[in-house]
């Protein structure tokens, strides 16, 4: 475990040059961490520590914690990571944090720490928040990656960060915030990455960004990328799905916002350091509870914004698609949205229809008024797929477009973009992510039948029969004539699977021999 390195040394005038195998750094320190091991071993895989704060005050740049499944008490950490050699705690399924760590109210606490990553754990009932991560106003943390945890019923948040650049969160569920917000990214941290991540049922936003010029720096958050992120059933205490204040020159793109009791995705000015100007809106699937406020919420001078190919809904009884307070219209850019047909420039106390709202701001003139019911497969069990012969069907604008969607599959599919978070034709059962359904997801599926949920085309978490049904179904429908007579195997017989995966191994050489 010791970190070494080569002398060159001088003789004669002559300089023995040590070669590359000569200069040895021992890197990858894999620590371990078990509820039934021992603070007093050496924290080997044969005898690992106890505690998580035991491993925190021994790591150094480029170790690896490997936490294995137990209930822990978090853990504190202040030693920094390099950018060829981060600091990794990585937990195993079933890895638990319900004790706050001994220094902070929090779960896991990294304080002024960089080049971290965090991934893996479950964190609960947490005083404060599940994961925090922080720098100072003249020390930013840095390149602080927070991924796959699970931060459920914390009190306050269920991940903060506070003067962090270039932090990444991804593919982590935040829920059941009792206070505020399931992510909260504050402190004029720049380059923010949220992507990929669950929220719901978080009694504020789902998402808050905020400058915080109140507490040193420049207050604005700039060059933030707020992707792909499923949210969900916040807001009854107030707030946004996607709140930003002081956030500039960012992109909000492919982000499923729904059952929202408060704002959709709030742009504005309260303690930033300037208005959230100059940001990208697009292909977002935004949809109002009865209870909310507005789809898409503008205000305080946020000028020079750009609203494309968004789905803005709302069951509210008279608010509507888009709140812009007149002195945020200046650069508004907005068109090719599919909205309800209510828009209003003073908190609505005044409503306008789309044709009024098109008249006054010379915008949307290729957007539409459309009903959930007429886009959606069915809004009210949270199935957000467009349907085929719906207005949002390739009638979105390419020059701003996302090139992937919701769920990270190409775009466009058609003739044109479609409007909205997911594309009509990314087809569920395409397994292997190539855009396209056919005996290659099959092959998948069956490698994943009974083992793991990569092959999971309804959502169940799970790769099994059901699965096969909706490869059957997309795959017909994609290209009918491509079956050529093949069979459908039924969904309990592997073998039959294993049949049409030949059958159409060898009609694709048929056809290749063909053209050879």
């Known amino acids: 475990m010791n970190r070494m390195t080569c002398s060159v040394v001088a003789t004669g005038g002559l300089i023995a040059a040590c070669s590359f195998f000569c200069v040895s750094k021992a890197r990858a320190v894999d620590f371990f961490v078990d509820p039934s091991g021992s603070d007093a071993a050496d924290g080997s895989a044969a005898t690992p520590w106890q505690t998580l704060q035991h491993a925190a005050n021994q790591v150094g740049a480029g170790d690896r914690v490997n936490v294995l499944p137990g209930f822990y008490a978090g853990f504190h950490l202040t030693t920094s990571g390099t950018p060829d050699d981060p600091i990794e705690f990585l937990a195993q399924p079933g890895a638990w944090i319900n004790q706050q760590n001994p220094v902070t109210p929090d779960g896991i606490n990294l304080e002024g720490a960089s080049h971290v990553v965090v991934d893996g754990f479950t964190v609960v009932d947490m005083p404060r928040a599940g994961v925090r991560a922080v720098g100072s106003v003249g020390d930013f943390a840095e390149f602080v990656t927070v991924r796959n945890v699970i931060a459920r019923d914390n009190y306050k948040w269920g991940i903060f960060t506070g003067f962090v650049n270039d932090l990444l969160i991804e593919r982590n569920e935040t829920s059941g915030a009792d206070d505020e917000h399931g992510i909260y990214v504050s402190n004029s941290g720049d380059r923010p990455v949220i992507r990929e991540n669950e929220i719901w049922g978080n009694n504020a936003n789902g998402i808050h960004m905020n400058g915080d010029a109140s507490l040193g720096g420049d207050g604005i958050i700039s060059d933030a990328l707020v992707a792909r992120n499923v949210i969900y059933d916040n807001g009854v205490g107030g707030g946004s799905g996607i709140n930003m204040d002081g956030v500039q020159s960012s992109r909000i793109e492919n982000n499923l916002i729904f059952d929202a009791h408060a704002s959709g995705i709030s742009l504005y000015r309260i303690d930033g350091g300037a208005p959230s100007m100059g940001n990208v809106v697009v292909n977002n699937t935004v949809h109002v509870a009865s209870d909310g406020r507005w789809a898409l919420n503008i205000q305080n001078g ?215």
Do not use: C, K
């Not at 775009?411 to 059962?429: K, Y």
């Open 302 to 516: 946020s000028t020079n914004n750009v609203v494309r190919n968004n789905i803005l809904f709302n069951q509210h009884s008279f608010r509507g698609a888009v709140d812009i307070s007149t002195d945020s219209l200046g650069g508004f850019d907005s068109d090719h949205n599919v909205v309800i047909s209510r828009f209003t420039t003073n908190g609505g106390d005044s409503v306008l229809d789309l044709a009024e709202w098109q008249s006054l701001t010379g915008g949307d003139a290729n957007s539409q008024v459309d009903v959930p019911e007429a886009l959606f497969v069915d809004w009210t069990t949270g199935d957000y797929d467009i349907l085929p012969n719906s207005s949002a069907v390739d009638t979105g604008a390419a020059d701003v477009a996302p090139l992937n969607d919701l769920e990270g599959r190409p775009r466009p599919v058609g003739e044109g973009f479609d409007i909205g978070a997911i594309e009509l034709g990314v087809f569920r059962a395409d397994f292997n992510n190539d855009g396209t359904v056919d005996a290659f997801d099959l092959a998948q599926w069956q490698g994943d039948y009974g083992i793991n949920s990569f092959s999971d085309a309804d959502d169940d978490e799970d790769s099994d029969g059901r699965d096969l049904l909706i490869w059957q179904s997309e795959y017909v429908l994609e290209d009918p004539a491509s079956s050529n007579g093949m069979a459908i195997p039924e969904p309990s017989t592997v073998l039959l699977a294993l049949a049409a995966l030949v059958m159409r191994w060898r009609e694709i050489r048929r056809s290749t021999l063909r053209l050879a």
